[in-house]
């Protein structure tokens, strides 16, 4: 079992959809948890960080920790095509530790 | 800007030829990273720098080794380059500290083609 799984897509909806993005994670020790978005042929730039179990917003962008069931959730409300992207979801032991992240998921936003 | 900056952004070797690879920073961050990143494939880890203090990952190659002269750059190199080498390769940067969370700036990468 890989240590942290995400589907890879592509995942196509239309403009102001809202959009679920998912991993799940094997190792219960992981306290930080991220999403980065990647465009293509660019490097992945951190969109939102958690800490532990819990829900964070940041404008059309919310994420979602359950340490519990070890999974993870970013929810892009009213989805523009500028969202187009691959998301990575992250995950470290502590706040500077090692990133292990997921293969990351293909978003298609079509006008 | 402050920045993470990758040079080349393509480059294209011949099988067994050495390739280097080079990441500047000016945010003045004590970690460096880099990672390999083949076609929708998550980022893997091959090594990373506390300053001078090198962290080698247990499956990275024999093939894969990296030098950081200073605070400033950091190099990769690959000795004898084979065609599952061809991946996009990710330099990033860190603080530490000693609580809370500190985020890795990535660079653009550079695309490595094998031929």
């Known amino acids: 079992q890989k240590e942290v799984e995400q589907d890879p897509g592509p995942l196509s909806v239309p403009e102001g959809a809202i959009v679920s993005l998912n991993c799940t994670y094997s190792?219960?020790?992981?306290?930080?948890f991220m999403w980065y978005r990647q465009y293509s042929r660019k490097g992945p730039e951190l969109l939102m960080y958690?800490?532990?179990?819990g829900n964070k917003e940041d404008g059309r962008f919310t994420a979602q920790v359950d340490k519990s069931s070890k999974y993870i959730s970013l929810f892009i409300r009213d989805s523009q095509p500028s969202d187009s992207a691959t998301y990575l979801c992250?995950?470290?032991?502590?706040?500077?530790?090692?990133?292990?992240f997921g293969k990351g998921t293909m978003l298609l936003v079509s006008p | 800007d402050a920045m993470v900056i990758q040079n080349p952004r393509y480059q294209v070797t011949q099988f067994g030829k050495p390739v280097t690879l080079s990441c500047s920073q000016t945010?003045?961050?004590?970690?460096m990273y880099w990672y390999q990143q083949k076609s929708s494939q998550a980022p893997k880890l091959l090594f990373h720098?506390?300053?001078?203090?090198?962290?080698n990952e247990a499956d990275t190659p024999d093939n894969f080794q990296s030098r950081r002269p200073n605070t400033s750059f950091c190099f990769l190199d690959i000795r004898s380059p084979g065609l599952g080498d061809a991946a996009m390769y990710l330099c990033?940067?860190?603080?530490?500290?000693?609580?809370?969370?500190?985020?890795?700036?990535f660079g653009p990468g550079t695309r490595l083609t094998v031929t």
């Open positions: 990033a940067t860190s603080r530490t500290g000693t609580g809370g969370f500190y985020e890795q700036y």
């Open positions: 190792n219960s020790a992981f306290q930080y």
């Open positions: 958690t800490y532990s179990s």
């Open positions: 992250a995950m470290t032991l502590s706040g500077y530790s090692t990133l292990t």
């Open positions: 945010l003045n961050h004590n970690v």
């Open positions: 720098y506390y300053d001078k203090d090198f962290n």
